[in-house]
């Protein structure tokens, strides 16, 4: 074994007796004749054999294939890895394997309560004959669908559907406008828009109908699928020649057709997911077949330890990556919840009614909801009871050490908070939970299996309980296949391996602790540097977000033109409450006891709300370049934000930093406030 598996102080990660990872790791090592009782043993075969991991797990979970793999990976190099070569198989094959058993495949809720079910036959059947109409509609192996549709049942099934047919799925949310959804989609030059008419949130009804129109002009295609949504219908003839269908009309869960599946090459395009896109057009990231279930399957089965019998539910919407692994647990005969609506209506205990009433053994969410749910004193274990649920997961953010408190008082001592780190990247997590692993507040319990992390400091050497670079030094089966329109692959390359040359580099800055755990502290370009000491802005949100007063926070480092240095922290007071001098003087002391004096922001701002991206990320790198004096239209894309509308605030203090500096030129002499 390696220095670091074998290293003093790793954590104990013995292997449950009955886990579906003890099983797994049983037959490997009986197969391979090693030693797998520990979970770090098993991630070090994992990373050190990786060939022999992935045929296990292909093997073990019964990947349906027409034709066999020729080898599992042609080449260890990045970019430039091959995985599966030489197989032939589906996606949806995976899926339907389970489509004879009990129970069901997919529940999906309305905001207003309404629910419908899709067994595991159903499912079959409605993936069937939405296939065919995509058949008769022109669509071909290689083509592509394109979703506007909120997270129900019908973006699940027309994704299996396209996926079926060989065709390549992308789709984004409602809530976005037609340029953002354009810039998207058009790249793609799709076949078929697949959209809703309207959609809900917060007990509001947004009607769509204009902005589908639109897309449809935009985005050329020959045919357009409407899902009628709070009773808003499109005429037949909206669309001109554009063949147009009612979703009801062209998809039945009891219809009789018979689902043929394409069989592709592993690398074969399934879907196509998006980058932001805040400050351009959004990067289109192609995924391919074979390696998506391969990380599916390893994920649901190892790493969450979920299978037949199991209810996966995970607030998300058809933008964050999070959908496409909520649809990718049906690859493991779990049953999958969707939700389309506001997390906190009509209550704030919502989604925990959907937990309990489903009886759902993972729940997901972000840490965002889940301080919420915190400020506002919410104790879901005082309205239901929690039989089935195992554990809770966070991702798209750092959990603060506080949740995992909160989470043990107000839902269970017993469910574990899991948090998690990925990327619409490779489609999964580099780094999260496993049965065996500790869950310590604050951290990420380890690496997940078949994935080498390291931090790396500037040199690119790995470093220990010391603040680092995430990088990946080993093949994943669902890294990209490649970008979309990128045809000499430039665009790939640059996105992640030319800092360091060989090795993913994902833009994360963490603590890589020498018992296996990790900490992420943010995005590494948008560090914080306070007189040559780097600080991740993840930091002081620990700190700050749920106390007091404190909704929410952003904190941003600006390299100001004439040569200063200013660090500003922005502050949401929660609903009904102020956040005045005395506050902001106790948050002050607050961020110097439990961090450091370096820490202490320069001066605090108390705003209406922090912008997010559509996956409700901090737009923190856009405004820090809006502080540094750029125009926001330069840096931002106004439809692929959540509050476009509070941007001009920042704008303008931009603006009034300018006059002081004018006023005080020399840096370091400049008023403070």
């Known amino acids: 074994m390696s220095e670091l598996f074998s290293a003093d102080g790793l954590a104990e990660a013995p292997l449950a007796q009955g886990s579906r990872l003890a099983e797994f790791a049983a037959r490997a090592a009986q197969r391979y004749g090693i030693v797998l009782d520990d979970y770090w043993q098993l991630h070090e075969w994992s990373i050190t ?22 080898s599992v990976l042609a080449r260890r190099t990045m970019p ?17 394997r389970f489509a004879d058993r009990p129970g069901a495949a997919l529940v999906s809720i309305a905001e207003d309560g309404g629910r419908s079910e899709l067994s595991w036959p159903q499912l079959r059947s409605a993936v069937a004959s939405f296939a065919s109409a995509l058949r008769s509609m022109g669509v071909e192996q290689g083509d592509r669908v394109v979703g506007y549709l909120p997270n129900g049942q019908e973006s699940v099934i027309a994704f299996l559907a396209a996926a079926s047919l060989g065709a390549t799925w992308a789709g984004c949310a409602p809530d976005y406008g037609v340029s953002a959804a354009a810039d998207r989609l058009q790249q793609l030059e799709p076949t078929v828009l697949v959209a809703a008419t309207a959609y809900s949130f917060d007990g509001k009804v947004r009607d769509r109908r204009e902005e589908v129109f639109a897309l449809v002009g935009r985005l050329g295609v020959r045919a357009v699928v409407t899902v009628p949504r709070a009773g808003l219908d499109v005429e037949h003839a909206a669309y001109g020649s554009v063949r147009h269908e009612r979703w009801d009309d062209v998809c039945s869960p009891d219809s009789a057709e018979q689902l ?16 932001s896109g805040t400050t351009g057009i959004p990067k289109g990231i192609v995924h391919g077949h074979a390696g998506v279930v391969a990380m599916s399957l390893a994920a649901s089965a190892l790493q969450v330890d979920i299978g037949p019998g199991d209810t996966f539910f995970w607030y998300t919407t058809t933008n964050w990556m999070l959908w496409n692994s909520v649809v990718s647990t049906l690859l493991s005969g779990v049953t999958a919840v969707t939700y389309e609506g506001g997390p906190f209506f009509p209550t704030a205990d919502r989604l925990w009614q959907i937990v309990a009433d489903e009886r759902v053994t993972v729940f997901g969410t972000s840490p965002g909801h889940l301080l919420g749910c915190a400020s506002q004193g919410l104790k879901p ?19 603060p050490a506080s949740l995992y408190q909160w989470v043990a008082d107000a839902v269970s001592p017993s469910v574990p908070l899991i948090s998690s780190s990925g990327g619409t990247d490779v489609v999964g997590a580099f780094v999260s939970g496993a049965p065996p692993l500790p869950v310590v507040p604050g951290e990420i319990p380890g690496p997940v299996l078949g994935t080498a992390v390291e931090a790396f400091d500037e040199n690119g050497a790995p470093v220990r309980d010391e603040v680092g670079e995430l990088v990946v030094t080993l093949p994943m089966p669902s890294m990209p296949v490649r970008f979309w329109n990128d045809p000499d692959g430039s665009k790939y390359r640059a996105a992640y391996f030319e800092t360091f040359p060989g090795v993913w580099r994902h833009g994360d800055w963490v603590t890589h602790t020498s018992r296996g755990s990790l900490v992420v502290h943010g995005r590494s370009d948008s560090t914080l540097n306070r007189n040559g000491v780097r600080i991740g802005s993840a930091d002081l949100y620990q700190i700050i977000e749920g106390s007091g007063g404190v909704a929410e926070a952003m904190v941003i480092g600006v390299e100001r033109p004439n040569g200063s240095y200013r660090m500003p922290m922005f502050l949401v007071p929660h609903a009904g409450q102020v956040i005045d001098e005395a506050e902001i003087g106790r948050l002050r002391q607050k961020l110097r006891t439990e961090g450091s004096p370096r820490h202490v922001p320069d001066e605090f701002h108390v ?9 409700g990320k901090k737009l923190e790198v856009p405004i820090k370049r809006i502080l540094q004096g750029a125009r926001a239209e330069d840096v931002l894309s106004e439809g692929a934000i959540d509050r476009p509308d509070v941007i001009a605030s920042y704008v303008a203090l931009a603006k009034r930093w300018d006059a002081e500096d004018a006023d005080n030129p020399e840096p370091g002499k400049r008023r403070r406030d």
């Open 80 to 96: 430039g890895a091959t995985w599966f070569e030489g197989a032939r198989l589906n996606y949806v094959d995976q899926v339907m």
């Open 49 to 70: 054999e990786p060939e022999q991991f992935w045929a296990e797990v292909w093997d073990q979970f019964g990947v349906v294939a027409s034709a066999p793999y020729r």
């Open 260 to 275: 043929v599946t394409a069989q592709v090459a592993a690398d074969h395009p399934l879907w196509v997911l998006f980058s």
């Open 607 to 615: 705003v209406e709300a922090v912008p997010h991206t559509k996956t």
């Open 381 to 399: 274990n005082e309205h239901h009871e929690f039989p089935q649920l195992e554990q809770i997961m966070v991702s798209g953010a750092p959990a």
